[in-house]
T-cell receptor
Framework: GNSVTQMEGPVTLSEEAFLTINCTYT??????LFWYVQYPGEGLQLLLK?????DKGSNKGFEATYRKETTSFHLEKGSVQVSDSAVYFC????????????FGSGTRLLVRP | DAGVTQSPTHLIKTRGQQVTLRCSPK?????VSWYQQALGQGPQFIFQ???????QRGNFPDRFSGHQYPNYSSELNVNALLLGDSALYLC??????????????FGQGTRLTVV
């Protein structure tokens, strides 16, 4: 079946530190992969995506590379800011007829000044 | 562009009651999906509507039902509410069906509390 596993949080970093949030997946076929971000009290915002192997998604200084050989899509940022504090969700879009999103359980990031 | 809008933002209901949540998709989008997000968890797929029909359904009981109108807006209905139905309900809109389906945009959600 399809599933997404994320590293458990919370992840606490100081401002300007390097961020990595691990994400691995299990899927039938070759799904598209996404990172969504959820700020307190809000819905989900698409952060970045990759649709095929070796694609790199990037946005707002965040990056993630679709690694088929390791079934991973780790999120990275070189220098985090306090405003990056949020919950981050890794997700895949299934390649069956539903094309629904399967989410990981989320990783809370707290960035301290 | 108003994006995906959901109403109400918060709702408190009693066990056994029924509730209706509403969603207006992003302009140009014709597909609406609903997700349930329990506290501290990732969203879980409930169902998807396209051309006014339920096209796909996740692992949710028949107490969860929906509707899509000709203007693409959608409703999620939950009957016989249980305490475990307390969650954030997210609506996502996209365009097209199947392989042509575009990326999903999410609304702010409706926080449902069942007491």
């Amino acid at each position: 079946g399809n599933s997404v596993t994320q590293m458990e949080g919370p992840v606490t970093l100081s401002e300007e530190a390097f961020l990595t949030i691990n994400c691995t997946y299990t899927a039938t076929g070759y799904p598209s992969l996404f990172w969504y971000v959820q700020y307190p009290g809000e819905g989900l915002q698409l952060l970045l995506k990759a649709t095929k192997a070796d694609d790199k998604g990037s946005n707002k200084g965040f990056e993630a590379t679709y690694r088929k050989e390791t079934t991973s899509f780790h999120l990275e940022k070189g220098s985090v800011q306090v405003s990056d504090s949020a919950v981050y969700f890794c997700a895949l879009r299934t390649v069956d007829s539903s094309y629904k999103l399967i989410f990981g359980s989320g990783t809370r990031l707290l960035v301290r000044p | 562009d108003a994006g995906v809008t959901q109403s109400p933002t918060h709702l408190i209901k009693t066990r056994g009651q029924q509730v209706t949540l509403r969603c207006s998709p992003k302009s140009g989008h014709d597909t609406v999906s609903w997700y349930q997000q329990a506290l501290g968890q990732g969203p879980q797929f409930i169902f998807q509507y396209y051309e006014e029909e339920e096209r796909q359904r996740g692992n949710f009981p028949d107490r969860f039902s929906g509707h899509q109108y000709p203007n693409y807006s959608s409703e999620l209905n939950v009957n016989a509410l249980l305490l475990g139905d307390s969650a954030l309900y997210l609506c996502a809109s996209s365009s097209g069906r199947g392989r042509l389906n575009t990326e999903a945009f999410f609304g702010q959600g409706t926080r449902l509390t069942v007491v």
